[in-house]
C-alpha cells in the first residue's frame, strides 16, 4: 500500500514539474517575430494572473488611440471566449517567414470557418492582428453579445464572487434562469409551432395522411432547436471559462446538427406519404419499388452531411481526412469493387426498366416472380417459393427473359383424334375449334393456327396454336382451363374420340378362314380409276 502512494506522489511530482516546465516554455517572447509570439502575447496579457492590457493592445496594428486600441483588444478576447472558440497555440505556426500557401502572403487565420476576417499577418518584419481585424471587432462583438447582452459582462459579477465547481455564484444563478426560461419557453412555444407544422403538412387531396403524432414531433423538434440557438446567445454574458464555454458551444452546436437530421428525417417521411399516395395511381410498379431506395438515399446524404459537419465542429482537418481516405481507401476500393458493381448496377436496372415488381422473368436457369429490387441485390420468389438473391450487378448482365412484359401468351398444343374419324368429321371438328377461339373473351382473334397437321403413331394431330390477352400468369391458367374445357365439350358433342398411346394387335387370318382385311386392287387400271374419282371428287 506505501509503496503505491510513494509511486501515485511522483507521478503527481512529475506531472506539475512537467506543467510548470511547459508554462515556463510558453512565456512569450518580446515583439511579434512569428504568428505564435503575436497570439500568444495577446492572450497572455489579458489573463487575470498577468493582466497587462496596454501590452496585449500591442498586438493591433494601425490603432493610435492607445485607450481604444486597449478596448479592442479586450473586445477581441471576449470574442474567443463568447463563441467559445479554444485557441489552440500548438497549431499556431513559429516561423517568422511563415506564408499561407492557400493565398500565397504571409497571413494566418486562427479559425477559417468561425472567424475568416480575425487573423494575423507580416508586416514591416512582425506581426500583428491586421488592419480588417481591427475594423471587424466592434461589428463582431456586437454579433456575439447582441441586445445589449455586453452590459451584462460589468453587472452579474456583482452578485457573488464565490466559486464552486470553478464557476461563480452569479454564473450557477445565471445558468439556472435560462434552463427555467428555455423549459417555459418549450412548452408554449412547441405547442405555437404545432397548427404551423400541421398546415404545412397537410394537403387539400389528402388533408388526414400525416398522422398528427408525426407533425407534433416535428414542431418540438423545431421549438428545441430554435431554443437551442438561443441558449448560445446567453453563454458569452455568463463569461464562463474558456474550457467550460469552449465544451458548452461545442455541445450546442453538435445538439443542433442532431435535432436538424431528426427534423430533416421526420419531414422526408412526411414527403414519402405523399410520394406513396402518387405513386399508387400510376400503372408501373417500379416506383413503389423505388421509394425505400429514394429514402435510404436521401438518408444517406443527410447523415453524410452531418458527419461532415461534426466533423467540422469538433476541428478534424477534413482535407487530411479525405488524403488518408484516398490513400487508404485504395484497398478498400479493390475490395468492394463487386459493391460498386451492384451499385452501378441497381441504377442501371432503375433506368432501363427491364422488369417491374411482379414479373415472371427467367435467367441462367432460374424461374420466378420479381419481389423487390434493393441497392445491392434483386429478390425473386420461384414457383417453388424459395427466395433467391441476385446481385444487380451480375443481373444487369445476364441474358433475360421477361415473361411479364409479353402482350400476349401462347398456348400451344396438339389435339390427337384416332384414325378412325371420319374426313368430313375431322372439317367440322377443326371449324368448331376456330368458333371456340373467336367466341372467347381473352383469346387473340386476329391470329391463330388450328390444322390437321400430323400423323402421328396412335392419332391424327391437329395443331392448336392460339394467343391469349390476359395480364398475368393466374389469368393465363384460367383461360386455358376454359378453353381446354370447351375442346372436351365440343369432341364429346361431335362424337370424335381423342387418342391416346395404344398397341393394336391385328390377326391377318386364320386357319380355314377368309383373310378380312381388304387388299389393295389387283389390276393396275383399278388404282389409276380410284385415283382419278377422288380427284373429281
Known amino acids: 500500500m506505501s509503496s503505491a502512494k510513494k509511486c501515485l506522489r511522483l507521478i503527481l511530482c512529475f506531472a506539475l514539474i512537467t506543467h510548470f516546465m511547459e508554462a515556463q516554455s510558453q512565456r512569450p517572447s518580446l515583439g511579434q517575430e512569428t504568428p505564435y509570439n503575436t497570439v500568444y502575447e495577446h492572450l497572455y496579457y489579458l489573463q487575470q ?20 486600441r486597449v478596448k479592442l483588444a479586450v473586445k477581441l478576447k471576449q470574442v474567443y471566449d463568447g463563441m467559445g472558440l479554444y485557441v489552440r497555440l500548438n497549431r499556431i505556426p513559429r516561423e517568422a517567414d511563415f506564408v ?24 514591416e518584419g512582425k506581426w500583428y492582428y491586421s488592419a480588417e ?15 445589449g447582452a455586453d452590459l451584462l459582462l460589468n453587472l452579474l459579477p456583482q452578485f457573488g464572487n464565490r466559486k464552486v ?15 427555467l426560461l428555455v423549459i417555459g419557453a418549450h412548452f408554449v412555444l412547441s405547442r405555437l409551432l404545432k397548427p404551423i407544422v400541421r398546415r404545412l403538412t397537410r394537403s387539400r387531396v389528402y388533408p388526414s395522411l400525416v398522422p398528427p403524432d408525426l407533425t407534433w414531433s416535428i414542431a418540438r423538434l423545431i421549438s428545441i432547436l430554435i431554443l437551442i440557438r438561443f441558449i448560445r446567445v446567453f453563454i458569452p454574458p455568463l463569461q464562463l471559462p474558456i474550457e467550460a464555454a469552449n465544451f458548452a458551444v461545442t455541445v450546442i452546436r453538435l445538439v443542433s446538427v ?11 417521411r412526411v414527403a414519402l406519404l405523399y410520394i406513396e399516395k402518387i405513386t ?35 476541428q478534424v482537418d477534413i482535407t487530411t481526412l479525405i488524403a488518408g ?6 484497398a478498400i476500393a479493390l475490395a468492394a469493387q463487386d459493391t460498386v458493381k451492384n451499385l452501378f448496377g441497381s441504377l442501371t436496372i432503375f433506368m432501363d426498366k427491364p422488369f417491374q415488381i411482379g414479373d415472371w422473368i427467367n435467367f441462367d436457369g432460374v424461374d420466378g416472380t420479381v419481389e423487390e429490387v434493393g441497392f445491392r441485390s434483386t429478390r425473386v420468389r420461384t414457383f417453388a417459393n ?43 371438328f377443326v371449324e368448331g375449334l376456330k368458333a371456340i377461339v373467336a367466341r372467347h373473351p381473352h383469346t387473340r382473334k386476329d391470329y391463330y393456327e388450328i390444322h390437321l397437321n400430323g400423323m402421328g403413331a396412335h392419332s391424327l394431330d391437329i395443331l392448336f396454336y392460339i394467343f391469349f390477352e390476359t395480364p398475368t400468369w393466374s389469368d393465363e391458367l384460367r383461360s386455358r382451363h376454359e378453353i381446354i374445357l370447351s375442346v372436351l365439350k365440343l369432341g364429346q358433342a361431335m362424337g370424335v374420340r381423342f387418342a391416346f398411346p395404344t398397341q393394336t394387335l391385328h390377326v391377318e387370318e386364320f386357319p380355314g378362314t377368309v383373310p378380312t382385311t381388304p387388299g389393295p386392287p389387283a389390276d393396275e387400271k383399278e388404282i389409276d380409276k380410284r385415283l382419278a374419282d377422288f380427284l373429281k371428287g
Do not use: C
Not at 499561407?100 to 507580416?122: G, M, N
Not at 399508387?280 to 461532415?308: C, H, N, W, Y
Open 49 to 68: 494572473d498577468s493582466y497587462k492590457p496596454d501590452l496585449a493592445a500591442r498586438t493591433l496594428y494601425g490603432v493610435q488611440d492607445s485607450v481604444k
Open 100 to 123: 499561407d500557401t492557400a493565398v500565397s502572403q504571409p497571413v494566418f487565420t486562427l479559425f477559417p470557418d468561425e472567424l475568416p476576417s480575425v487573423y494575423v499577418e507580416k508586416v
Open 133 to 147: 481585424t481591427v475594423s471587424q471587432i466592434e461589428q463582431l462583438h456586437h454579433e456575439v453579445y447582441p441586445f
Open 165 to 179: 465547481l470553478g464557476l461563480q455564484a452569479w454564473q450557477f444563478m445565471g445558468l439556472l434562469i435560462i434552463l
Open 258 to 268: 442532431a435535432l436538424l437530421v431528426a427534423i430533416l428525417f421526420k419531414s422526408l
Open 280 to 314: 399508387l395511381r400510376t400503372e408501373s410498379k417500379m416506383d413503389e419499388q423505388l421509394l425505400p431506395v429514394l429514402q435510404r438515399g436521401v438518408q444517406f446524404l443527410i447523415l453524410a452531411g452531418a458527419i461532415i459537419q461534426v466533423l467540422r465542429i469538433l
Open 325 to 330: 481516405i484516398s490513400i487508404g481507401g485504395l
Open 386 to 428: 424459395s427466395l433467391v438473391y441476385v446481385p444487380n450487378g451480375k443481373l444487369s448482365d445476364m441474358v433475360l427473359n421477361n415473361y411479364g412484359l409479353r402482350q400476349f401468351r401462347r398456348f400451344n398444343t396438339t389435339i390427337g383424334i384416332t384414325y378412325d374419324t371420319p374426313p368430313a368429321l375431322i372439317d367440322k
